[in-house]
């Protein structure tokens, strides 16, 4: 054979390879199945982008212990039902609002409350229904505190924003801390890894409208003190902005609705153990899967995945979910969760207690607290049913109303005593609602194992629904762009200048 006939066979035999190589990698076959743990937004967002991304033959299978919304949940008293769990959207998560937009729900603006805040003794502040009033007593107390800080949460949410051209350019990240920083860079790592009580204080806040402002902000929307990290202290400081919304119906129709568009089958179980299986395939080589354990009202079960999606918090309370046989155990570092007691009470309010004697001249509606050792409660406000009533039902109403009462403990009949006059029915609900912060920590990670992601990952961050949901599109990104080797679509924080020369 002659050398110049061999050079172009080799060259076509090159070209060939590297055509199979490419194709190999497009045609890598698809995921046969992918288990979902929990229903509550993070599972069900992510069963909707599961969808989305791997297309109409998987199946997706989506686990459930409790009921569809998890921390998304409403109580009724009396004929009306009310939001137990999370509660308001801020007007830039973009995710929920889409959600919204996609499902055919109606929005609503809860109760526009005037806020108080007690210190034990008195109301250190109290707005007012006058924009005017309220801008001078904010300049008097505190200077230009509030201004600020109006400014400080404005260049955390300018930032925070640049996840949704990130996603929506598919791109995705192997951490909660890439993903943080692709937002926020170094600022926002550094926030996570401090308090909110340091960060505002290196901002030059004063000591003062921390502790009668930020404080309070932070124990009605988490139940803690300016001992949490910075990054949950601006998502708390953001919640107390204007436009404000919530879900007609409650907030957990929007999960129940993701799960039907994701064409999930939900099944109601406790997932047990997640195991690594060694199965032969038909072409006579092994594949590896996950064998998922679950107890349901027939008794055990357990089936085959490829991929595995965990949503919900993993602690030995919440999750309590085993990994087993696998070679490098899996660190989930599950850390404790606070809890926080939502008390529902048809009453009215004993306004002595706060220290406005009858007849009380202030209309008191929405009261938060500061840090005070011997308070038991963490807010107390004026909540409004998740469907609007009628007029003649509130004319019924009279001044007894359903108050929300935030508190660490459950609350005793004593206690209920000292804060209602009156009251005739009383709701609770328990939760073991966010992570127990304290800076600085590490977070857990969002891939477990090969195939195995952790959307809560995020929650260490700070937990709310919107944090949930892009936890859940990118972990929904993340595993399909491994599962197709699409490395370039993973942890590449350059693109941000470049995404922004293409807007
Ligand atoms: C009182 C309160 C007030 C809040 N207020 C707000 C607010 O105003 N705005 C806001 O944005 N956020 C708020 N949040 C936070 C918000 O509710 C949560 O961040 C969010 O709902 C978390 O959703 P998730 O899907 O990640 O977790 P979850 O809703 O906890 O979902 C996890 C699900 O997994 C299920 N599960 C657990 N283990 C297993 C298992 N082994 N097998 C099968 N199923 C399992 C659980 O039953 C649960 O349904 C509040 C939370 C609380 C508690
Ligand atoms: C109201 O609060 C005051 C002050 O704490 C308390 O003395 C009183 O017993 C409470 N209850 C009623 C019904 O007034
Ligand atoms: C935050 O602090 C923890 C604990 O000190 C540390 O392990 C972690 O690396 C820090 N994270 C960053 C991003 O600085």
């Not at 967002?45 to 297309?55: D, E, H, N, P, T």
Request: some cysteine.
């Amino acid at each position: 054979m002659k050398l110049s006939a061999a050079v172009p066979s080799m060259l076509t035999g090159f070209i060939l390879c590297s055509l199979r190589a490419v194709a190999l990698q497009d045609l890598r076959h698809p995921p046969n199945r992918i288990a979902v743990v929990g229903a509550g937004i993070g599972g069900t967002s992510a069963a909707y982008f599961l969808r989305q991304k791997f297309g109409k033959h998987v199946q997706i299978d989506v686990f459930e212990k409790g009921d569809v919304g998890g921390r998304l949940s409403t109580i009724e008293m009396e004929g009306n039902h009310y939001e137990a769990g999370g509660a308001v959207i801020h007007p830039l998560n973009l995710h929920m609002k889409t959600f919204v937009k996609e499902l055919g729900l109606n929005t609503r603006s809860p109760s526009g409350n005037l806020v108080a805040i007690y210190n034990g003794d008195e109301f250190v502040f109290q707005e007012s229904e006058w924009f005017l009033v309220n801008v001078i007593k904010m300049l008097w107390n505190y200077g230009l505190n509030f201004l600020r800080m109006y400014m400080w949460v404005e260049d955390i949410l300018d930032k925070f924003m640049r996840i949704y051209r990130y996603q929506t350019f598919d791109y995705s990240f192997s951490s909660t801390e890439f993903l943080l920083h692709a937002m926020g860079g170094n600022d926002f790592i550094t926030k996570v890894n401090r308090t909110i009580d340091e960060a505002m204080q290196k901002s030059g806040f004063s000591q003062r409208f921390i502790d009668e402002i930020v404080v309070p902000a932070m124990r009605v929307n988490y139940g803690q003190g300016a001992e949490v990290n910075g990054f949950v202290g601006a998502v708390s400081l953001a919640g107390t902005s204007s436009g404000l919304w919530a879900v007609e119906g409650g907030n957990k129709l929007v999960c129940s609705g993701l799960l039907y568009a994701s064409k999930a089958q939900l099944i109601q179980g406790t997932v047990t153990s997640v195991q690594e299986k060694v199965r032969p395939s038909k072409s006579g080589s092994t594949v590896r899967l996950y064998e998922v354990n679950y107890e349901t009202s027939r008794g055990p079960i357990l089936d085959m995945y490829d991929i595995v999606v965990i949503a919900t918090p993993l602690g030995k309370e919440i999750g309590n979910i085993k990994f087993l046989g696998f070679d490098q155990p899996i660190d989930t570092f599950s850390k404790p969760y606070h809890q926080t007691v939502a008390t529902f009470v048809h009453g009215r309010l004993n306004t002595s207690f706060f220290g406005c004697p009858k007849p009380c001249q202030s209309y008191l509606s929405e009261i938060l607290t500061t840090d005070k050792p011997n308070l038991f409660i963490n807010s107390i406000g004026l909540v409004s049913p998740v469907k609007p009533v009628t007029e003649s039902e509130i004319s019924k109403a009279s001044d007894i109303k359903v108050w929300k009462v935030f508190s660490p403990e459950p609350l005793t009949d004593e206690r209920l005593r000292l804060l209602f006059e009156l009251y005739h029915a009383v709701i609770v609900k328990k939760w073991l609602a966010y992570p127990k912060y304290s800076p600085p920590e590490k977070l857990p990670p969002v891939v477990l194992h090969r195939g195995i992601y952790y959307v809560n990952s995020i929650e260490w961050a700070a937990s709310a629904m919107e944090m949930s949901a892009i936890s859940a599109k990118n972990v929904a990104l993340l595993s399909y762009h491994r599962w197709y080797g699409k490395d370039g679509q993973i942890d590449q924080e350059d693109i941000a200048e470049r995404l922004k020369s293409e807007l």
